[in-house]
């Protein structure tokens, strides 16, 4: 059985405020705090860089957290590269393909700014981007990327849940696409990694792209690139512990993973990350996804009730709901939520302008959730936003 009251528990600052902000960032458990703690209280060393004990003892914690997040998507550790967010995974992949002039990408009107500023930019190397349209609920067709993959096409580049309508894709359905016509996948879980279950493996994709700090549970700073064939990827950068044999005049790259992980990486972060890892798994992904999908489908049934309030985004939403409330700028909408009742919701144009633009809107309030959250929650924020409403009606 699902305890979120349990669970709750675990995370002491929900006794200070109702928070709805998951989307952009989740709450830790105090068990991540301890891991962080563990690392540098207890054996705090730099990762793949020592004989002695503590550099060890180090390195075997950063590698389980490897296994544990490749085991938990369906996937090998090798082909498993921490980085420090989504928006580095997904750069490190628009910038490790070799680009040739008039080769041609795939992306969606739906994207988070960076699913979509790094294919952009390579317009500047005479790539062909391709913007396709989603229907006026943040849901793209499988046939129309379809309809847009030409005999140039090289990658289609897709969210799995948009960040702002909370529209989950038919990911395995693009994916189909992209194996029929010989075009690679990249996917960003960054709304879905730890709120539904995720797969790489079964997928098939080519890359995937995820932070530890949302749905995982883990720390800020650390972020997930799952790539299916990391050999045909160059490392976007080169230093320290990416490379074997350094001369003069030349260097040979590391073994995979490591080549792909420059400099000293975010150890403690990467430790917290895979025990938030393993806590999710011990949640249960299926119970996770069910409770977090009711709230968001039970929150946006109660705004819509409020003559004032227009919604965004499917019937069948994922994990948030974005709204706007009649006469008031939605900053206002979070700052008095925040200041009358200790309610967090974001607000503003959650890095997705061209999003918004499809609905010719400059921003809207959002609501997020996540393992912990409450129906209690929700009733009080509906009452709330009932309450703007009327006072600004």
Known sequence: M???YRIREDFPVLREV???????????????AEAVQEYFTRYCGNYGRGAHRLSRRTTEKYEDAREAV???????????????????SINMVAWGLDWKKGDHIITTVIEHHSNLLPWIRLREKGVDVTVVDSDMEGMVPPEAIEKAITDRTR??????????????QDIQAVAKIAKKHGVMLLVDAAQSAGEMPLNLGEIGCDFAAMPGHKGLLGPQGTGILYVKEPEKLQPMFVGGGTVQKVTVDSFTFDEIPSRFEYGTPNIPGVIGLGRGVEY???????????????????????????????LYGPDNRVSLTSFNVENVNPHDVAMILDETKKICVRSGQHCAQTAL??????????ASFACYSTMEE????????????????
């Open 2 to 4: 699902y305890d979120v």
């Open 18 to 32: 109702v928070y709805l902000d998951s989307a952009a960032t989740s709450q830790k458990p105090v068990q991540v």
């Open 70 to 88: 490749a085991g938990f998507f369906g996937i090998k550790p090798r082909n498993t590269i921490f980085t420090r967010n989504t928006t580095e």
């Open 155 to 168: 990658l289609i580049a897709v969210t799995h849940v948009s960040n702002f309508f909370g529209a989950a």
């Open 280 to 310: 999710v798994k011990a949640l249960g992904i299926e119970n996770i996804e069910s409770h977090v999908s009711k709230l968001a489908r039970e929150c946006a049934k109660r705004l819509s009730e409020i003559p004032q309030v227009e």
């Open 357 to 366: 633009a499809r609905l010719c809107i400059a921003g809207s309030a959002r």
């Open 378 to 393: 929700i009733d009080l924020l509906a009452r709330s936003v009932e309450a703007i409403a009327k006072s600004f009606s």
